[in-house]
């Protein structure tokens, strides 16, 4: 990349100027996934968890919720379509603006925003929420960045509110389905309770992939 491409790519994206060499490396990955329209978490169905918080025994009553990572929009649109003030946010700008598309197409009412699931202070959304859903955004992002997201959610979590999250579990480096440090490193319950102190761990579920993943459900203590 030439100088004046790398200026053109930091107007359009200014956090750029800012995030280190891993950052970077997440953020070309996950724009190369989205420019080819291969994103493997984004299929653009809603996963049976997360219908069975919003529609199942026990469901939760509608409040307000904060999707991280939302993608191309799928899940942020459902909750809004089941009662839910939804805000939702994306770090690469394609996703944002399909998202954008498809909540205007469908007519759900979605605040969704350009910006970094770990700088939320930078962005609209105070809170508080009752409802947070993450798909495959935590288990990708910088180790060193990953306390910055536990305290920005618990700033903005409601007395008792969930957390939902599906995350990809450690894998050697190397292996054909990890491609950067932070990927290879995953998610376990037991960083999540170290980095999620305020919160209890609930339940961890194994997903159905080929490769180790987990949902895991917390619960903002009060």
């Keep these: 990349m030439d100088h004046s491409s790398a200026t053109q790519n930091q ?3 200014p956090a750029s100027s800012r995030r280190d060499p891993e950052e970077e490396s997440v953020h070309r990955a996950l724009e190369g996934y989205y420019r080819a329209g291969k994103a493997p978490w984004d299929t653009g169905v809603t996963p ?22 939302c993608g191309t929009g799928t899940n942020a649109i459902y909750l809004a379509q089941h009662g839910w003030q939804v805000a939702a946010v994306d770090l690469i700008d394609r996703a944002v603006d399909q998202a954008k598309a498809k909540a205007a197409e469908t007519g759900a009412a979605v605040r969704l925003l350009h910006g970094d699931a770990t700088r939320l202070d930078e962005l609209d959304v105070p809170g508080p929420f009752d409802l947070f859903f993450d798909l495959s955004c935590y288990c990708g992002i910088p180790l060193h960045r990953r306390d910055a997201y536990a305290a920005g959610l618990t700033h903005r979590a409601a007395p008792g509110a969930r957390l939902l999250m599906f995350g990809y579990g450690p894998e050697p480096l190397g292996s054909p389905n990890t491609e950067l440090t932070s990927w290879a490193a995953g998610v376990t319950a ?13 339940d961890v579920t194994p997903g159905t992939n080929p490769m180790p993943t987990s949902w895991f459900t917390l619960r903002r203590g009060a």
């Design 11 to 13: 107007e359009r994206d």
């Design 48 to 69: 049976p968890e997360l219908v069975a918080l919003v529609e199942g025994h026990g469901a939760l009553p509608p409040g307000r919720a904060l999707e991280l990572g």
């Design 190 to 202: 037991d960083e999540l309770r170290a980095r999620f102190p305020a919160w209890e761990l609930l």
